[in-house]
Structure formats: C-alpha cells, structure tokens
C-alpha cells in the first residue's frame, strides 16, 4: 500500500502529538474496502459532527456501518457545517486534527478490535490505528492541556 501525506491540519496534529500513525491509500468501493484492508466491516470507523444549540459541537467515532449515538437535543451536522467546523469532507472526516480541539465520543464497541481503520481527511486515505492510540489522541482534556502551554 502506497503511503500518503495527511492533509496540513491533521499532519500537524500527529507531528504534535507524537503520533507514528500512517496514512495509506486504498482505492476501493466501499462494499470492498474491508477487503482491500484485511478487516472486518467493523473495524472500519466514520466519524460524524453532533451539534447541540447549547453545547460545543463534539465528535462521534463509530463503525461505518452504525449510527451515531444523539442525546438530547443533538442533531447530525450536515455536509457544509461539517466542512465549516472541521475543515474536512463529512465522508473522509477524521476524529482529529481540526483546526480547534473537540470533544470526542468513541462507541465502545469499536475499541475491542486490534487495529481500526479511520479516515484521514483525503480521498482513499485510512489510517491504521490501535484502540489505545485513538483513545489517546482523542482525550480532549489531556491536549488542551497540551496544547494550552
């Protein structure tokens, strides 16, 4: 698999935090992406912006074949309020590397697989990442801190 380049804002956030985590190109349908990855249809992740009127917008990581868990009074962001809040396409949003931090909800049936595939704000990008290293560059508390200083 041909190694890519992360689009600015998501190279950045990995060369901050230290992240080793690769991008790589695959060309497939999406009824043939698992195949082309070696995984299963849940270990491939989406993401999707949840808004609130009241509360910042946060980040829900799960499987690319469930939805989003909405609270109360949340709402799925469309494709142009994705694109304003995040810099990103809604279909190859990653969970990170917008241009403010978020908060980010990971559904916790998609941490129990060895490796998940997220996207990675290009055309036919994935990233290969562990569940700890997700949980990790996702915990907002820790990169505010961070990033704070």
Partial sequence: MKILTPPPGLLEFLERTGSNAKVYEVKATAEQLNFSLGCRE????TTSLILHAQKAP???????????????GERVANALQVYLLTGYSAEIMPPFGF?????TTI???CLQSPCLYIPAGILH????????ELTCLTNLKLWRRVFAA
């Fill in 42 to 45: 849940e270990e491939i992740l």
């Fill in 58 to 72: 946060r980040v829900s990581v799960h499987s690319r074949n469930q939805t989003p868990k909405i609270g109360n």
């Fill in 99 to 103: 241009p403010h931090l978020l908060e």
């Fill in 107 to 109: 559904d916790p049936k």
């Fill in 125 to 132: 990008g994935w990233m290969a990442i562990t569940p700890q």
